[in-house]
């Protein structure tokens, strides 16, 4: 299976919001509510961010919120925060007991 | 408090063999299914492999199966990989992360990653 496709990189200033996508295909993404997020500072461990496309794990911020339709999810992040600027992964079921990941999207908070 | 910790990585000729470990603390690592991924140099995350609570089931990527193996110890807390037949293109950061408890799907919480280096 190909990776999910992400945009290499997304800007915005504080206090703005923005949006990640995350295209699949019928077999993954637009089959599955199986869409998660992760948020990722270099040199640290990866953060769940949104699971089952839209929820959030207890202790993340109510900025971040998800969304599905077709065979695309959507993260956006609003009120962008300097702490915001990292990488961010979709994932999404793909049947047959994997996991695909994107190739991840850097955020820059200008 | 929660937290996994990788090690195990390192240089490795190709055609060779590693194991890699994660220890797992403060939470009851039996109860929970465990997965291996990776993230191979200016790449995105690639899942390599997963292992029910029990271990009676074991799933992995296409690109590692054959060659790759996962397994856990539950009187020492421990996760490993052992990989085998290794190619250059295996060369990547090594993470272990947590199920969250029910979803195979997701995973909450991670480690630091060990890194693996296949020189040809």
């Known amino acids: 299976q190909s990776a999910l496709t992400q945009p290499a990189s997304v800007s915005g200033s504080p206090g703005q919001s923005i949006t990640i996508s995350c295209t699949g295909t019928?077999?993954?993404?637009?089959?599955?509510?199986?869409v998660s997020w992760y948020q990722h500072h270099p040199g640290k461990a990866p953060q769940l961010v949104i699971f089952?496309?839209?929820s959030r794990p207890s202790g993340v911020s109510y900025r971040f919120s998800g969304s599905k339709s077709g065979n695309t999810a959507s993260l956006t992040i609003s009120g962008l925060q300097a702490e915001d600027e990292a990488d961010y992964y979709c994932?999404?079921?793909?049947?047959?007991?994997?996991?695909?990941f994107g190739g991840g999207t850097k955020v820059t908070v200008l | 408090q929660v937290q996994l910790l990788e090690s195990g990585g390192g240089v490795v000729q190709a055609g060779g063999s590693l194991r890699l470990s994660c220890e797992a603390s403060?939470?009851?690592?039996?109860?929970?299914?465990m997965h291996w991924v990776r993230q191979a140099p200016g790449k995105g995350l690639e899942w390599v492999a997963f292992?029910?609570?029990?271990?009676?089931?074991?799933y992995y990527a296409d690109s590692v199966k054959g060659r790759f193996a996962i397994f856990r110890d539950k009187s020492k807390n421990t996760l490993y990989l052992q990989l085998n037949s290794l190619r250059v293109e295996d060369t990547a950061m090594y993470f272990c992360?947590?199920?969250?408890?029910?979803?195979?799907?997701?995973?909450?919480?991670w480690g630091k990653g060990t890194t693996v280096t296949v020189s040809s």
């Open positions: 992360a947590k199920e969250l408890i029910g979803y195979f799907h997701y995973m909450d919480v």
């Open positions: 403060g939470f009851t690592f039996s109860n929970f299914g």
């Open positions: 292992i029910r609570y029990d271990g009676s089931n074991k």
């Open positions: 019928s077999s993954d993404v637009g089959v599955y509510n199986y």
């Open positions: 089952e496309v839209s």
């Open positions: 994932s999404s079921y793909a049947g047959s007991n994997t996991l695909i």
